[in-house]
């Protein structure tokens, strides 16, 4: 029996469970100094003088540098070349901050405490600049402009250059309008940021740090000090969650380095829980303006998605998320025209960056909200709509208006299965009767349907990844590969992928990944794409070294490889007709080293899809919602660990939820941010949530020999915007149409207010 789609527990638990992790801040580092950053506590002004005399009598203090010391060091080049190399972010802000929380000096202690007594003693003189808060006054720049010399707020645009065009709603009975708000939010992983840095006497540097993906840090810290990556070498810890914002490496981390370097002693840095919040990048911070036309038969005809995409202070990757907001824009649906423009603008708020889903939630919540607010206007099931517009199931390759090719979808029955697993007319049955009764606490039901992008590269060719899986002669295995879990459970199922080629135990197996001298190239996790593209490298590197195997075996057996078969259960090669002339895979490995380094490349991204339904009651007397259920379908092709899947399927309900009626993160008109610790910020926990519904559906891909798609964000993408139609729908009978997320009391009964004097306004005067 194949141990592939078996529920193996995580072999990586007993570990966490027990001895603990090893994250980066408890690597040993014997004399390491502590960097502790001095943030700005303004939103943007101009920097006349940083003064570190009194910090540096302090207590403990080794040394205190600012923007002035690091003359030498290069400007980040901007994340894409559509990016002003004006808007590039300094390592230590020079003569200007940008956003509360922006490093503008160091102090290096000895001990971590001292440095938050000596920073508060480092003096800053500033002058006052206004602050651009809202993304659309930033981008008409009348508040003025972050980087005069870029001459605009506009970091990029994105879509059609030619502009919108005026004839995409025409012939259209029904066409409905509306702003929507994706709001911005923090990742906020368990762990926070993190980096321990030494240099040896040769000048290359080894750099612990929390991270996605290795690879990508070294070079990320390379091109921060201005140094060849060869002279880097980055090794991860345990990663306590990163969900997207833990790619590459932030100028705190090449800071920690520097100072190492400058000091010739190791140093380190943590940050707090506060810090995290106003520092590490933020997601998702699109102002989205949809437009959806069709006929009252319920069939779309045409669909407008504007995107202002809020980058914060400076561009990063958040800044060229709209790219796939516009890629996914049309979604599952079978438009007939659409359209999808987006600009991105700084502000004086935290930098944008990736965010589970990064741009693909964005693009669901969009669609759903549009075709929820168009059923709304012709008066039709919202279920209906849906089915109505779904493109059919296809086998083909499918192209879409965008040139996103879809590899395989059967989105109608995803959406009949959800409705089905839910009790659909049931549950409208129940908000019908409590409609009639009129009580406080009224029913919502909310539909998504979603496709999304996992695996997305951008090297010719293909999205790649590689795996060297080796055998030792005392029967065990090691496997390397270039992805880089935290939290995912890759040594599991890598190990699952290569015990059921080789027939070697899965506690022999042992995976090793996150450090570069070891595995120098990789393309590390995020995206959805390590199954896909990394479990199926390890699925082809066990197979090369069987086949490398053979001839081996065939030597010694003095047979031809033809006429070998290889065992699995007994890890051995026999004769055909003959299994007692065998040889094991163990007794190869101890005459020759027995490895095999390969690379998978696909053919393109993967596209998993899904629909959720998500019921909610809300009390309309005091605006709070509380979720009653969620019934999901997530179709991410052929499943090889459904415990992991099912986990992944979890988080991502959670956090997806969570967007949609209590994360939000906030700033006053002067760029404060109001939201710096866990009781401000509505982060979500388990106690919010009812226990998830999950039904099974597998379409496979043929775009590798697993048939798996991603699942790592597949939920997050799907439950947003079924609990915020579910909002909605418990207020629609009030005459709302819309609540803007997080759906918080306040904002409910605003909602609810705004209906009810618009309802009076209409009924006819006595
Ligand atoms: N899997 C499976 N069958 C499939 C698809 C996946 O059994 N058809 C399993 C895989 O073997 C793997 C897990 O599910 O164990 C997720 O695989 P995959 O979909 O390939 O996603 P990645 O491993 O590339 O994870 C990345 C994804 C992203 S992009 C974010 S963001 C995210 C997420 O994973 N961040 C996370 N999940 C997270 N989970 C935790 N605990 N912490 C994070 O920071």
Known sequence: MSILGTRVLRTEDPRFLTAGGVYTADVALPGACHVQFVRSAVAHARIRAVDVSAALQAPGVIAAFTGADLGGLPLPSPVSRRISAEMAQPLLARD?????????????????????DAADLVDVDHQMLPAVIDPEQAAAGASGLLFPGAGSNIAATFGDAAGLRPDLFDGCDVVVSRTIVNQRVAPAPMEARAAAATW???????????????????????AMLGIDPAQVRVITPDVGGAFGAKFGADPEHALVCWVARRLGRPARWAETRAENLVAMTHGRAQRQTVTIGGSRDGTVAAYRLEILQDAGAYPRFGAVLPAATILMAPGPYAFGRVEAVARSVVTNTTPVGAYRGAGRPEATAAVERAIDLFAAEIVMDPAEVRRKNLLPRFTEPHTTAFGAVYDSGDYPAALAKVLDAAGYSGLRDEQARRRAAGGAVQLGIGLSCYVEI??????????????????HPDGSA?????????????????AMLASEELGIPLGEITMKWGDTDLVPEGGGTGGSRSLQQGGAAVQQ??????????????????????DLVFDAGRSAFAVAGDPDISVPLTALAASERLAVRTVFRAPGPTFPFGAHLAVVEVDTETGKAVLRRVVTVDDAGTVIN??????????????????????????????????TTFADYAFVSATEMPSFELADMATPTRYNPLGAKGI??????????AVQNAIVDALAHLGVRHVDMPASPQRIWEALQAASVAGRAQQPQT
């Open 96 to 116: 200007v901050v940008r956003y509360v929380g922006e490093p503008l000096a160091v102090v290096v202690t000895d001990a971590a405490y001292q440095g938050e």
């Open 200 to 222: 040896d006497p040769g000048g290359r540097l080894t750099a612990w740090i929390p991270n996605q993906g290795a690879q990508d840090t070294r070079a990320a810290l390379a």
């Open 712 to 721: 790592g964000e597949a939920a997050t993408i799907g439950a947003t915007p």
């Open 541 to 562: 590197a066990a197979r090369e070294l069987v086949s490398l195997a053979r001839q081996r075996a065939a030597r010694q057996l003095e047979a031809s490889p033809a």
């Open 454 to 471: 996992t695996g997305p590269g951008v090297e010719a060719g293909g999205p790649s990844e590689n795996a060297t899986v080796e055998i």
């Open 642 to 675: 459904p415990t992991l899947a099912e986990g992944q399927r979890h988080g991502g309900i959670a956090q997806g939820a969570a967007q949609a009626f209590l994360e939000e993160f906030s700033y006053d008109a002067d760029g404060n941010p109001l939201t």
């Open 478 to 494: 090691t496997i390397l590969t270039g992805t880089s879990p935290h939290g995912q459970g890759h040594a599991t199922v890598w």
